[in-house]
Structures are given as structure tokens and as C-alpha cells.
């Protein structure tokens, strides 16, 4: 069965400085995988994909992820954090039945 | 610009009452998700719809909860009846047309349901 993992309930970065989250899953052939990002009473927006291809991921407002096959990690990285970047993060994964699963999430503070 | 909407926003019942949840997908998008947040489990896949099928509900108390696509663009959940324990935030996500054996890619967000069951 397919499964997706969020390390950290919580990340805690200093602006300017760069960020990660962490995500590890676990799929039976080549995976799918996503960014969601969730800001207060709002509804999750999809931030990034890997299908295929470049092993870096570029998405929205600066974002970018990293698939590590050999260690099942697909980390999501921002070079400088901004305030505005704190929120939830959701990873999530598609193997092959057609269904997205998605991690627990990480809050991400971001100090001013 | 496209978006999935939800009505309504939000919703205050007394245990025991009957609570429906109404989505409206993307024009065009041809699955539909519904899902569950709260702070002790997080998000929770509910059911899972294709071309209004349903193809998974697992992940829905059967007794209380159904849910069902009328047509193309509407998807609703119904609690009945509602327990204090129903008290959280129902996300509908729907996503683009899809072929038989292709995976399932992005999903489209609606804002939510907040339901507070007393």
C-alpha cells in the first residue's frame, strides 16, 4: 500500500534564511508526487508536482522540491523564507490506483 | 477562473440533526473528493467519485454518512444523524478528466465546510 510520511508536525525558520520540509513515501512503481500548501480558513492549493523527468521541481511563489529515489524523499525547499510563507504543507503521493494520499502535514513558521 | 465552490461555508446543528453538504466541481473535471480535516487526524480521504461513479468510500462511517454525484456538477455529503464527533472542516476536490488507466494528478481544492455538530 501506498503511504507518504511528514517527519516534523512543526518547522520553525528564521526569514531570509532557507527552508525545507521533509517528505518520505512509500509506492509500488514510479510515484507520483505533490506539494499542497493550506493558509489559515482556506482550501489546500496545489504548489508543486513530479511525474517524470528532472529530479528538481520548481513550483509557485519560489518553491522547489527535490525527488531522491534512492532514499523515497521528495523534500520541499525554499532558498529565503518569507513571513508569508508560513502556513501547512501537505505532501502527498499516487501510485497506481488513482487515488492521492496525503501526509499529515508540517506547520511552517516563518520569524520575522 | 475556475474554482470548486462549497455551500455552505458554514454550519452550526444540534446532535442528531440531518447536515448536507453541497459541491460544485470544475466544468470539465470528472473526479470528485471528499475530505475530512481536523486537528487530531488530520486530512481524511471520505469517498472518492469518476464520472460520478463511486469508486472508494472506505474511508466513511457507512451508518451516518453517504455521498453521492446527482449530476455532473453537483456532489453532495450527507451526516444523518450528526454526532458532536462530525465537527470539523469537509474539503470537496475534484480534478481534470482523467483516461481509464491514467493516474490521478492535481487536485482542485474547494474553501470548506465547517461543521460545528453541539
Known amino acids: 500500500a501506498q503511504s507518504v510520511a511528514q517527519p516534523e508536525d512543526q518547522v520553525n525558520v528564521a526569514e531570509g534564511n532557507p527552508l525545507t520540509v521533509k517528505c518520505t513515501y512509500s509506492v509500488s512503481g514510479n510515484p507520483y508526487l505533490f506539494w499542497y500548501v493550506q493558509y489559515p480558513n482556506r482550501g489546500l492549493q496545489f504548489l508543486l508536482k513530479?511525474?517524470?523527468?528532472?529530479?528538481l521541481v520548481k513550483g509557485s511563489y519560489g518553491f522547489e522540491a527535490e525527488f531522491n529515489k534512492s532514499q523515497t524523499s521528495f523534500h520541499l525547499k525554499k532558498p529565503s523564507a518569507l513571513v508569508s510563507d508560513s502556513a501547512l504543507y501537505f505532501c502527498a503521493v499516487n501510485g497506481r490506483d488513482d487515488k492521492i494520499i496525503f501526509g499529515k502535514g508540517t506547520r511552517l513558521h516563518i520569524l520575522p | 477562473d475556475a474554482r470548486v465552490t462549497q455551500t455552505p461555508r458554514h454550519k452550526v446543528t444540534e446532535m442528531g440533526q440531518e447536515v448536507t453538504m453541497r459541491c460544485q466541481p470544475i466544468l470539465g473535471h470528472n473526479t470528485v473528493f471528499w475530505y475530512r480535516q481536523t486537528m487530531m487526524q488530520g486530512l481524511e480521504l471520505l469517498a472518492y467519485?469518476?464520472?460520478?461513479?463511486?469508486?472508494?468510500d472506505s474511508g466513511m462511517p457507512k451508518d451516518r454518512f453517504s455521498a453521492e454525484m446527482p449530476d455532473a456538477t453537483l456532489a453532495t455529503l450527507k451526516i444523518q444523524p450528526s454526532e458532536p464527533r462530525d465537527s470539523a472542516v469537509y474539503f470537496c476536490?475534484?480534478?481534470?478528466?482523467?483516461?481509464?488507466?491514467?493516474?490521478?494528478?492535481?487536485?482542485?481544492f474547494g474553501p470548506g465546510t465547517r461543521l460545528l455538530v453541539l
Open positions: 467519485f469518476r464520472n460520478r461513479a463511486p469508486l472508494d
Open positions: 513530479y511525474i517524470t523527468g528532472d529530479n
Open positions: 476536490a475534484s480534478g481534470p478528466e482523467q483516461g481509464a488507466f491514467s493516474v490521478q494528478e492535481t487536485q482542485y
